[in-house]
């Protein structure tokens, strides 16, 4: 494989999709296309990197808000690579169950020299100025309702993958927008890669940023939003950022409105892809039905993770790529 025009990575850490140029961009979704293929015929894709470049790289994955999909995509990814992954995640096992912040948390971890480190939290006041200034290299894992880059590429790769282009593709996001990183991320990748975006969510969920999302269609029907959509991307309620109380609807009033069920499938097109992020809330977002439709494409999303996160890794440590 070429290893040329991937391109520089324009900061130091990859914090949000804007970190990545075009180059990058088309680099890591070939990337992630050559590795598939290659452990699909190989069963491993370890003998397409210089094993000399990975020898002791270490990669730190510091995950404070729960994850199954990122965390385990990551560490293996790391260990398909031949990098050794080093995961702290239980915090109830770290000092931060003793009260110590995740700034100092952070600031030790930086102190051991990892190559990368890989992180999922919630908000905290100066986090951009804080991991900018990191001496080792961070990749957003999840960081509050602001962005998640990885993931956002995950879903542009299986766009690609199971619609054979991003461009045109009118994709549509059904759910929790206020809340979703995943939406955030995807807003400005998807556009950037020439995909058109539509939204159908309650007012209650709908993004504060009106200006970042002013060019996105706005439908108040799903069915109709649905009939236009060549890809749908269901969002899960995040009950843990927002009381449900206070958001004016109850959740059955919401599943009535905007779950995905066998009658909205019936009106999807044939050829469509159905997306979800993870972890899906069944019965309430999205329904048996749908999740076994042959549109569903959310456990190759899954799979599809392990493959960009190599290839991410790949760019951020500048690694060599070569053909078996």
Known sequence: MNNNNRGDV????LLGIDDLSQENLHFLLKTAAFFKKEFYKEGRIIHCINHEQTRGLVVQLLFAEPSTRTRASFEVACGKLGIAATSLWNLHFSSMAKGETLEDTLQCLIALKPNIIVLRCGEFKGAESFLRSSPVPVINAGLGAKEHPTQALVDAFTIQEKRGKVEGEKVLIVGDVLHSRVANSNLKLLTRLGAKLGMCTPEELS????????????????ETGIKWADVIMCLRVQRERHSLRNIGFSMAEYRDKYRIGQ???EIFRSDGVLLHPGPAVRGVEIANQALNDPRCHIVNQVENGSHVRSAIITLMLNLEIKSQ
């Open 263 to 265: 009658e909205e499938m």
């Open 10 to 13: 324009k900061n130091l850490s």
């Open 207 to 222: 993004p504060v940023d009106k200006q970042a999302w002013k060019d996105v269609v706005r439908f108040e029907s799903l």
